[in-house]
């Protein structure tokens, strides 16, 4: 379909496929090659509308691309309005579609086609959320029929012990079994293996860690198999160079449009009213734990606590300047300085103080996780309420799940939104922006 409107778009502005055949099949071959290394149909139930969003968003941008680059390779002359208003048709088309079948596709499952049977089995919390998902989110095409446990329940939902399970599974169609690991023995999880292996049933494992789990690469050594712990985004080449792109193109914007006039300003209202420089530099923890300097606009008096103790609500250190900059976030554009350089990016997880890493270290199971990336001018947890100073535990392990769901999750779409949602909460204002 998405080659179909691609084609009609082309005729409806050319009226002729011959006399562009070479124009067409250049088209028609670059949009299938962009979506094989895009993954724009690689999909499943579960898949969310961001992330489908973000798939067109970069299938499009990498298109529009190609196509425009197709008359720089080949000298072909361009008609700027003429070839934007293509684009613009088959965008909309492509996009218009692709709404119109998930939205379909999910009208469909929700109405009781196109479904899976599903049991669970085992019986705790995890299990519990999962088979509230099935349940509540019927769009997705689960059909929830029950689940197996050891534990004695009187639930309509019980189907009988785990020994039962097996018979259950081949006499009714169940399509997925959803195993708990905590419910499970070694053996036990063997014996489920094995079992979807022998009959052809697809055998899933709920983990048994309430902690963050981190996705998992197999890669092949010859014929030896390697698991690696752990795959992140940025891990490609390619997309840590693009990411590298954006935060110097971004960087270099704030830098001549907004610090260019900012600094003259700051520098006569911070020193009218206390004694020191405009800038503030302190080490922080950055990638893989190596410390930088990060840049600030000071906000607070002169003090020999400045790389000890966070600032606090009604900190006495904080000059009336420094009160707005800091709750407007003004004062952490100097840190766009840092990401020109090459010590920061615009999005990610905040640096810390070295003195603050060493306390959240024995607090937090997976804290270094966050330093596997550069750490950002802002982040989701950021965005997400977790921002400034750490009053509590359930503080900073919130704000570490979010930054390693960020690091594990990464797409510019999310880097976008999470910008957008910053300078909105600048302009409205923070509880914590202090």
Same mark, same amino acid.
């Given at each position: 379909?998405?080659?179909?409107?691609?084609?009609?778009? /082309?005729?409806?502005?050319?009226?002729?496929?011959?006399?562009?055949?070479?124009?067409?099949?250049?088209? +028609?071959?670059?949009?299938?090659?962009?979506?094989?290394?895009?993954?724009?149909?690689?999909?499943?139930?579960?898949?969310?509308?961001?992330?489908?969003? =973000?798939?067109?968003?970069?299938?499009?941008?990498?298109?529009?691309?190609?196509?425009?680059?197709?008359?720089?390779? !080949?000298?072909?002359?361009?008609?700027?309005?003429?070839?934007?208003?293509?684009?613009?048709?088959?965008?909309?088309?492509?996009?218009?579609?692709?709404?119109?079948?998930?939205?379909?596709?999910?009208?469909?499952?929700?109405?009781?086609?196109?479904?899976?049977?599903?049991?669970?089995?085992?019986?705790?919390?995890?299990?519990?959320?999962?088979?509230?998902?099935?349940?509540?989110?019927?769009?997705?095409? /689960?059909?929830?029929?029950?689940?197996?446990?050891?534990?004695?329940?009187?639930?309509?939902?019980?189907?009988?012990?785990?020994?039962?399970?097996?018979?259950?599974?081949?006499?009714?169609?169940?399509?997925?079994?959803?195993?708990?690991?905590?419910?499970?023995?070694?053996?036990?999880?063997?014996?489920?293996?094995?079992?979807?292996?022998?009959?052809?049933?697809?055998?899933?494992?709920?983990?048994?860690?309430?902690?963050?789990?981190?996705?998992?690469?197999?890669?092949?050594?010859?014929?030896?198999?390697?698991?690696?712990?752990?795959?992140?985004?940025?891990?490609?080449?390619?997309?840590?160079?693009?990411?590298?792109? !954006?935060?110097?193109?971004?960087?270099?914007?704030?830098?001549?449009?907004?610090?260019?006039?900012?600094?003259?300003?700051?520098?006569?209202?911070?020193?009218?009213?206390?004694?020191?420089?405009?800038? !503030?530099?302190?080490?922080?923890?950055?990638?893989?734990?190596?410390?930088?300097?990060?840049?600030?606009?000071?906000?607070?008096?002169?003090?020999?606590?400045?790389?000890?103790?966070? =600032?606090?609500?009604?900190?006495?250190?904080?000059?009336?300047?420094?009160?707005?900059?800091?709750?407007?976030?003004?004062?952490?554009?100097?840190?766009?300085?840092?990401?020109?350089?090459?010590?920061?990016?615009?999005?990610?997880?905040?640096?810390?103080?070295?003195?603050?890493?060493?306390?959240?270290?024995?607090?937090?199971?997976?804290?270094?996780?966050?330093?596997?990336?550069?750490?950002?001018?802002?982040?989701?947890?950021?965005?997400?309420?977790?921002?400034?100073?750490?009053?509590?535990?359930?503080?900073?392990? +919130?704000?570490?799940?979010?930054?390693?769901?960020?690091?594990?999750?990464?797409?510019? /779409?999310?880097?976008?939104?999470?910008?957008?949602?910053?300078?909105?909460?600048?302009?409205?204002?923070?509880?914590?922006?202090?």
């Amino acid at each position: 379909m998405h080659l179909l409107i691609i084609n009609s778009g /082309f005729y409806y502005y050319n009226q002729s496929f011959t006399e562009n055949s070479f124009q067409l099949l250049y088209l +028609n071959g670059s949009w299938i090659v962009i979506a094989y290394f895009v993954g724009i149909y690689k999909f499943n139930r579960q898949t969310k509308a961001p992330k489908v969003i =973000a798939q067109l968003f970069y299938q499009f941008s990498v298109f529009a691309f190609a196509f425009f680059a197709f008359f720089a390779i !080949f000298n072909q002359l361009l008609n700027l309005k003429f070839q934007l208003k293509f684009l613009t048709l088959i965008f909309f088309g492509i996009t218009l579609f692709r709404v119109l079948y998930f939205s379909g596709l999910r009208r469909y499952r929700f109405s009781g086609y196109n479904y899976k049977n599903v049991v669970v089995i085992g019986s705790n919390q995890g299990v519990n959320s999962l088979v509230e998902f099935f349940n509540e989110r019927l769009e997705f095409g /689960f059909r929830f029929k029950g689940y197996f446990s050891n534990e004695s329940t009187k639930t309509k939902t019980y189907l009988g012990t785990i020994d039962d399970s097996f018979d259950y599974i081949l006499n009714n169609e169940i399509d997925e079994v959803y195993c708990s690991i905590a419910s499970l023995s070694n053996k036990e999880i063997t014996r489920f293996i094995n079992f979807g292996d022998d009959h052809v049933k697809v055998v899933k494992f709920i983990p048994d860690s309430k902690e963050l789990v981190s996705k998992m690469k197999l890669e092949y050594y010859g014929y030896l198999p390697i698991l690696s712990i752990r795959q992140l985004p940025f891990d490609k080449p390619i997309i840590k160079r693009l990411k590298r792109l !954006f935060d110097i193109v971004f960087s270099l914007l704030i830098i001549l449009f907004v610090l260019s006039w900012l600094i003259p300003i700051l520098f006569i209202a911070v020193k009218l009213e206390s004694k020191g420089p405009l800038f !503030f530099k302190q080490i922080r923890e950055g990638i893989k734990g190596n410390p930088f300097h990060c840049y600030k606009f000071r906000s607070m008096a002169i003090n020999n606590l400045s790389d000890e103790i966070q =600032a606090t609500k009604n900190d006495l250190r904080i000059t009336k300047v420094g009160a707005f900059i800091r709750k407007t976030s003004i004062d952490e554009l100097p840190q766009f300085i840092n990401v020109f350089l090459g010590d920061m990016s615009v999005v990610g997880p905040r640096p810390h103080m070295l003195s603050q890493s060493k306390i959240f270290k024995k607090i937090v199971g997976k804290y270094m996780v966050r330093h596997f990336v550069k750490p950002g001018v802002t982040g989701l947890a950021q965005v997400k309420g977790y921002r400034g100073e750490i009053e509590k535990d359930s503080d900073i392990i +919130n704000r570490v799940k979010y930054d390693i769901f960020y690091i594990e999750n990464w797409s510019f /779409f999310l880097d976008i939104k999470i910008i957008l949602q910053t300078l909105l909460n600048a302009v409205k204002g923070e509880d914590k922006a202090y």
